[in-house]
T-cell receptor
């Protein structure tokens, strides 16, 4: 069964303390891996798309990487405004259906000043 | 440019009541989705649509119906609400199935409580 697992469930960091969030997946026929940020009471906001192993993308203090089995979201010198829940989603190919997106349950990040 | 707009934002229903959630997008996207988000379970796909007049079942379709009569609107209906349908519902839209612009844009969510 296709599955997306994120770890840790929650992460508390001091401002400036770098760390990484993990998203491991077991879907077959990966079409894309997506990272989203979700603030309390709001919808997910798109961050990155990764398509193939070895690909990396950066945005401000965030850097996403992809291997054949997992993706990492690296947060460098985080600030309190980076506090949010980070969601990972994978788009799997199932026959001619490219519309299957499987979401992980997210990592709740809390950055303390 | 409003993006994806969901109405209502909050609703309390009694068991057995019916309601319709409306999702509207102004980005001319072909694909639209309805998800529910429950604590510890991530986002689960209820139904989706690949274009005007089309709908398809997702992971958890039971108890829900959908319609896409207009390209910009995607309606989610609950015919007889149950407490198990208490959740936060998100609508999303996506431009195309191709390699580019495949990310989904989400609405702000509808928090539904069934008592």
């Amino acid at each position: 069964e296709d599955q997306v697992t994120q770890s840790p469930e929650a992460l508390r960091l001091q401002e400036g303390e770098s760390s990484s969030l993990n998203c491991s997946y077991t879907v077959s026929g990966l079409r894309g891996l997506f990272w989203y940020r979700q603030d309390p009471g709001k919808g997910p906001e798109f961050l990155f798309t990764l398509y193939s192993a070895g690909e990396e993308k950066e945005k401000e203090r965030l850097k996403a990487t992809l291997t054949k089995k997992e993706s990492f979201l690296h947060i460098t010198a985080p600030k309190p405004e980076d506090s949010a829940t980070y969601l990972c989603a994978v788009q799997a190919e199932e026959g001619n259906n490219f519309n299957k997106f499987y979401f992980g349950s997210g990592t709740k990040l809390n950055v303390k000043p | 440019n409003a993006g994806v707009t969901q109405t209502p934002k909050f609703r309390v229903l009694k068991t057995g009541q019916s309601m319709t959630l409306l999702c509207a997008q102004d980005m001319n996207h072909e694909y639209m989705y309805w998800y529910r988000q429950d604590p510890g379970m991530g986002l689960r796909l209820i139904h989706y649509s690949v274009g005007e007049g089309t709908t398809a079942k997702g992971e958890v379709p039971d108890g829900y119906n959908v319609s896409r009569l207009k390209k910009q609107n995607f309606l989610l209906g609950l015919e007889s609400a149950a407490p198990s349908q208490t959740s936060v519902y998100f609508c999303a839209s996506r431009l195309t199935q191709g390699e580019g612009n495949t990310e989904a844009f989400f609405g702000q969510g509808t928090r539904l409580t069934v008592v």
